[in-house]
């Protein structure tokens, strides 16, 4: 029975999971828009493509332009930008990834993430994530040459099957670094009830069996 429940429980935490990537943008040029590095271009084939409005930058102090100090993973990190009026501030997944995503961010003013489970922000909203403005709360400690110099972790889990995330009230005022699709790292994941139910149910049920197979050898 112990082994039982053992396989049980392991089915339960495999079924939902997927593969976790992440991106931390390292080998993007500075001020050159990431588009498909992460989908079959420079970088790892993720499956992961950016919308032209997200560009890569490189921390000052390694050579490139970008203002910022302290990032997670040194030297490059993703912002998005207006280009001519412009607006296409999407992460687009078309195979899709599920439990939840994750990143560090430094903000300049208070902004917002949403997922969605269409492609380039359509179908239905899986969730939204507030941004705090912190981008110099520390003073700059550690590093004093980069304007942006604050990082927070932030993660969101939802439910469902996602293929967009909409950066769109993030452009011009956050910078990220280390995204992570498939895992919230900063959070821990609660079963959803129906998990439980199917699993006191599958329980209940080894219960009843092991039970009548004790009766019948009586």
């Known amino acids: ?36 590095f ?10 992961v493509a950016f919308g032209s409005t997200a560009i890569g930058i ?8 970008a203002p910022i100090a302290n990032e997670p993973s040194p030297n490059t990190v993703l912002v998005f930008t207006t280009f001519g009026g412009v607006n296409n501030s999407f992460i687009n997944v078309a195979a899709g990834f599920d439990t939840g995503f994750s990143f560090f961010y430094s903000a300049s003013q208070a902004k917002s993430i949403s997922i969605y489970d269409g492609l380039n922000g359509t179908g239905s909203l899986l969730g939204t994530l507030a941004l705090a403005a912190q981008y110099n709360a520390n003073g700059c400690i550690g590093d004093p040459n980069g ?9 969101l889990s939802f439910s469902g099957v996602a293929k967009s ?5 993030a452009i011009n005022y956050v910078a990220f670094d280390n995204v992570t699709l498939g895992a919230n790292l900063f959070a ?31």
Request: proline share 4%; aromatic share 10%.
């Open 147 to 155: 304007i942006f110099c604050n990082w927070s972790q932030a993660g």
């Open 38 to 47: 992460y989908n079959g271009g420079a970088g790892s084939n993720y499956g």
């Open 1 to 36: 029975m112990k082994k039982i429940i053992l396989l049980l429980l392991f089915v339960f935490s495999t079924s939902a999971s997927a593969a976790v990537v992440t991106m931390n943008f390292e080998g993007v040029a500075n001020n050159t828009p990431i588009g498909n």
């Open 165 to 169: 995330i909409s950066f769109t009230d």
């Open 58 to 65: 490189i921390d000052s102090d390694a050579g490139g332009t």
């Open 188 to 218: 821990t994941p609660v079963p959803e009830p129906e998990t439980y139910a199917m699993l006191l149910s599958g329980l209940g049920l080894i219960g009843f069996t092991a039970r009548r197979r004790k009766a019948n050898q009586t």
